[in-house]
C-alpha cells in the first residue's frame, strides 16, 4: 500500500509521476480520488509529482488501488524510489535537442525490474535534461544533459562523462546501484566522500569536474506545439483539473498541456507570464502542517507584489517545497514574516 504521511489535516500521499507524465484518464484518477477520498484539491510539488491532503483513515488502500488500476503504481516496493524528473517541455518545442520522455520510459521500467534498488532513499533523484538547461539547478544524484541526438552528458554527482543514449537507462540505474555499494547511511551522492569518483570507477568510467551551469527558466505561454500554463500556488482544484487532459507536471507548479488549449483562464489558470502568480509558491501552511506559523497561502495570495520574481512562502523555517535555484525568501516567525532575513 502507498505510504501517507500523517498531517494535521489527515493523511497526505504523493503520487510520483516519472517525467511529471499524466495521460488524461489518469489525471480523472486523481481528479475523483481528491474529490471522494481527499480535499479536492491536487498538489504539484517541486519534483513534478502530485499530492493529495485530507485522507481518512481508509483513504490510503483505496487510493492505491485507483493509482494501481491506473498504472501510477507500477511497484509498490519502488514507489517511494521513482524519482525521475526530466525536462517538461521534451519534444514539444525547438529548443529539444533530444527527445528524453523515451528515456524516461526506459529507466523507469529498469529501476523497478532491479529489486536492489527499492532500498535506495527517497531523496535520490534522478534527471533527463533535453538539453535547454532547466534542470540545472535540481541538484539530482544521477543526471544526463542532452548534447546532440547521439550523446548525452552523464553527471554524478559533480563529475560527468560523455555518453551514447543507446546506454543511458543502463548507466544511471548502474550507478544507483553503485551508491548502494558504497554508501553507509548516505541519503545522496553528495554526502559521500569521494562518492561520484567511486562510483564513476564501478561504471568503468573516467569523469571529469563539471562547471556550474545556468539553469534557464520555463514560464507561463506558448512553446512551439505545447502551452505552459501556472497553476496558482500549484494547488489544483476541482474545476481547474476537469477542464484538463493529458498533461505534463513541471517542478515549476505549472502543467505543460497542447498548445491551443481553450477555456483555461476561466477556471483561473494562468497561461500568460506576466501574471503576479507566476513564479510564486508556498508550502502548505496552516491549516494543513502543524508545524505552520501561519496561513502562507492565504498570505501569499495578499501580497502578489513581487512580480517577475521567484518568491517562496514557508509556513516555518523547514521551507517545505522550496524552488531550486535562487528565491526571495520569505518564512513565518510567529508575529509576522522574515523576508530574505529582513522582517516585512
Ligand atoms: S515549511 Fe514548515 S509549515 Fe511549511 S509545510 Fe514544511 S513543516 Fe509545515
Redesign the pocket.
Known amino acids: 500500500m502507498l505510504a501517507v504521511h500523517q498531517a494535521a489535516d489527515g493523511g497526505l500521499a504523493r503520487v510520483r509521476l516519472p517525467g511529471g507524465c499524466l495521460t488524461a484518464q489518469q489525471l480523472a484518477v486523481l481528479r475523483l480520488a481528491a474529490a471522494e477520498l481527499g480535499d479536492g484539491r491536487l498538489e504539484l510539488t517541486s519534483r513534478a509529482n502530485v499530492q493529495l491532503r485530507g485522507l481518512d483513515a481508509d483513504g490510503p488502500r483505496e487510493l492505491s488501488d485507483r493509482l494501481y488500476a491506473a498504472g501510477l503504481l507500477p511497484s509498490i516496493a519502488h514507489e517511494r524510489v521513482r524519482n525521475i524528473m526530466a525536462s517538461p517541455l521534451s519534444g514539444l518545442d525547438r529548443e529539444t535537442r533530444y527527445d528524453v520522455m523515451p528515456v524516461v520510459a526506459a529507466l523507469d521500467e529498469a529501476l523497478c525490474d532491479r529489486r536492489a534498488l527499492a532500498e535506495l532513499p527517497g531523496r535520490f533523484l534522478f534527471a533527463l535534461d533535453d538539453g535547454r538547461g532547466d534542470l540545472a539547478d535540481v541538484r539530482a544524484d544521477v543526471a544526463v544533459r542532452a548534447l546532440d541526438e547521439r550523446t548525452a552528458l552523464l553527471s554524478i554527482g559533480d563529475r560527468g562523462v560523455r555518453v551514447e543514449w543507446a546506454a543511458v537507462p543502463e548507466l544511471m540505474v548502474a550507478a544507483a546501484e553503485s551508491f548502494l555499494q558504497v554508501r553507509e547511511r548516505e541519503w545522496r551522492i553528495a554526502e559521500v566522500a569521494g562518492g561520484a569518483e567511486r562510483i564513476l570507477e564501478r561504471l568503468g568510467l573516467q569523469g571529469s569536474e563539471l562547471a556550474a551551469l545556468e539553469s534557464t527558466r520555463v514560464v507561463a505561454g506558448v512553446h512551439g506545439a505545447a502551452l505552459v500554463v501556472t497553476v496558482p500556488l500549484g494547488s489544483l482544484t476541482q474545476e481547474q483539473a476537469a477542464a484538463l487532459g493529458a498533461v505534463r507536471v513541471t517542478p515549476w507548479r505549472s502543467l505543460v498541456v497542447p498548445a491551443g488549449t481553450r477555456g483555461l483562464e476561466e477556471v483561473g489558470l494562468v497561461t500568460t507570464p506576466d501574471s503576479p502568480w507566476e513564479g510564486v509558491t508556498a508550502?502548505?501552511?496552516r491549516p494543513g502542517?502543524a508545524?505552520?506559523?501561519a496561513d502562507?497561502r492565504t498570505d501569499a495570495a495578499k501580497h502578489l507584489d513581487l512580480r517577475g520574481r521567484r518568491v517562496h512562502w514557508?509556513?516555518?523555517e523547514?521551507?517545505?517545497g522550496k524552488p531550486p535555484g535562487e528565491f526571495v525568501d520569505v518564512v513565518a516567525v510567529g508575529d509576522g514574516y522574515l523576508v530574505d532575513g529582513e522582517r516585512l
Do not use: D, F, P, Q
Open positions: 508550502c502548505a501552511g502542517c508545524k505552520a506559523l502562507v514557508s509556513g516555518c523547514r521551507r517545505c
